[in-house]
């Protein structure tokens, strides 16, 4: 081969290599350099879907907020027990109406009529009922034991004040007003659900559980069904009546219906048949 033709074929070497070269290039630059469509389809909506619908769902949250805040509120208006019923007294036999957790007055109840039972005391009773206690307690005296009355009947006002007085304490204390709401009703029964709303019941003498180790609290367990009224809240019954040990605690319910139950050993609930 001849030094011209070397020369054509160097030529010809030189072109086809450079133009590979240039093809590579140009392939490089419109696929290589691209962001893979997917990819790209992935970054852009990703963002938008997690963002639009916190855009778009903020009303259906506010609205949900509110709700849930709403049956909070309920609930806590009904002091977090959704079973408690507004009651309707039976006139004919007031001394046996029942009021507990899960049965509360109506909100604008008051007795027909109050009375003091001692010159030293302000404690009140329902006056159909104030005679009884003053007989109890003139029978105690005799025998030099005093049945001081020390809390009797509170208006559903002052309940509800006091209520909401241990509500507010929980909710500086960082509790959810449902919560608080429970929560205060296992301390102070919520208003329209006490007995002492009720003006049928009084707190004698104490209001600690060693009163059950006294002379009065002993002459009550004798005497008290005489006059018509009963323990309310026994010991061995507070899986029915929801209420610790309360032996200061007593309540009118009329003399047949004490004896009735002194004798079989019922609680209220039990008697009326609520358990």
């Known amino acids: 081969m001849n030094k011209k033709a070397k020369t054509s074929i160097a030529v010809i070497a030189s072109v086809v290599l450079i133009a590979v070269i240039a093809i590579l290039v140009v392939v490089n630059l419109k696929f290589g350099d691209t962001p893979d469509p997917l990819a790209e389809e992935i970054t852009t909506t990703s963002p938008a879907t997690t963002e639009a619908p916190a855009t778009e769902e903020t009303p259906s949250q506010v609205s949900t907020e509110a709700q849930t805040e709403e049956q909070t509120h ?50 009140e009773l329902d006056s159909r009922c104030a005679d009884q206690y003053i007989a109890m307690y003139n029978a105690a005296l005799k025998e030099n034991i005093e049945l001081y009355p020390l809390s009797g009947y509170r208006r559903i006002s002052t309940q509800k004040k006091n209520y909401e007085n241990k509500i507010n304490l929980y909710l500086n204390q960082g509790y959810s007003y449902l919560d608080a709401a429970q929560k205060a009703a296992t301390i102070i029964l919520p208003p329209g659900t006490s007995e002492h709303n009720l003006g049928l019941a009084m707190d004698i003498c104490s209001l600690e559980e060693s009163f059950a180790n006294t002379k009065e609290f002993a002459w009550l367990m004798e005497h008290a069904q005489d006059y018509g009224f009963i323990l309310r ?20 319910v009329g003399v047949d219906a004490a004896k009735a139950m002194k004798a079989s050993g019922q609680c209220l609930e039990e ?5």
């Open 74 to 123: 309920s609930a806590a208006d009904n002091y977090g027990n959704p079973n408690v019923q507004t009651i309707t007294i039976d006139e004919d036999q007031w001394y046996l109406t029942l009021v507990n957790r899960n049965r509360k007055l109506p909100e604008d109840f008051i007795p027909p009529k109050t009375s003091y039972l001692v010159d030293d005391s302000d404690a």
């Open 233 to 252: 809240y026994p010991a061995d019954k507070q899986d029915i009546t929801q209420i610790t040990y309360e032996p200061w605690h007593w309540r009118y």
């Open 271 to 275: 008697y009326l048949g609520y358990a």
